[in-house]
């Protein structure tokens, strides 16, 4: 829109206000399907990312009314090119260019919606997990180690450790399902490999961390795998 705009009052090109208001219309259309979609990812966030995702919501709406209120000037004006209806488009673009930030801080810096566990590590060294004996046959146990969620698992005889989040939602994987050599998200039902971690089955689209272990002195210790 705000293209069309500047190319059009600049060349003295009229016909394209038209194009300019085709443009905003269907961007308005489209925000309205993508608030929609938004609020839903918003609802099962935690208070951190729900904080920032609330302004990025707002910031994004405040934009949405006002190239709104473009297109009803440009409509009223039968599609003519002028410099308040632009002015208002322009005011938006800058508005949402700010929600894009605080939206691509949400998906890049924590992760929401891709992956959860995007920026975990460690520990760098075996560090002592759960006793060996505390953990049976088909158990699950949830431990923390130097910060960091690790769901232990005794199958078939052997141990595994990986991250105890599900990268999609965050969900506590501990209160999942083993199934066949992989973990079953309580919550949206992705699968996940105990060997590796790696994305058996979606919507999950990132694995989660896997950690080498070992067990010493009647102790499971873990280690990051990288």
């Given at each position: 829109?705000v293209l069309?705009?500047v190319?059009?009052?600049?060349f ?7 194009a ?8 308005v259309a489209?925000?309205?399907v993508?608030?929609?979609?938004g ?5 099962d ?26 297109f009803l000037?440009?409509?009223?004006d ?19 260019s700010g929600g ?9 810096h924590?992760?929401?919606?891709i992956?959860r ?16 004996s ?14 960091q ?6 199958s078939a ?10 990268s999609?939602y ?15 998200c309580p ?40």
């Amino acid at each position: 829109t705000v293209l069309f705009d500047v190319v059009g009052l600049f060349f003295h090109l009229p016909q394209l206000g038209i194009a300019a208001g085709i443009a905003c219309g269907v961007g308005v259309a489209g925000a309205l399907v993508t608030i929609a979609a938004g609020l839903m990812d918003w609802m099962d966030t935690d208070p951190a990312e729900k904080s920032v995702g609330a302004v990025h919501g707002i910031v994004n709406t405040v934009a949405t009314l006002l190239f709104l209120a473009s297109f009803l000037m440009r409509w009223h004006d039968q599609w003519i090119l002028n410099l308040q209806s632009f002015a208002v488009a322009l005011v938006g673009f800058i508005t949402v260019s700010g929600g894009a930030y605080l939206g691509g801080g949400l998906v890049y810096h924590m992760g929401v919606m891709i992956n959860r566990n995007a920026y975990r590590s460690g520990p760098s060294d075996f560090k002592p997990a759960l006793a060996a004996s505390e953990l049976a046959e088909g158990q699950m146990r949830r431990v923390d180690v130097e910060g960091q969620p690790i769901l232990l698992v005794k199958s078939a005889g052997k141990i595994y450790a990986i991250g105890a989040i599900c990268s999609h939602y965050g969900a506590p994987l501990n209160e999942g399902k083993l199934e066949s050599g992989t973990i079953q998200c309580p919550w949206h039902f992705s699968r996940f490999a105990l060997a590796d971690g790696s994305v058996r089955e979606g919507p999950a689209c990132a694995a989660v961390p896997c950690y080498e272990v070992r067990i010493v002195k009647e102790q499971i210790e873990v280690r990051f795998q990288a």
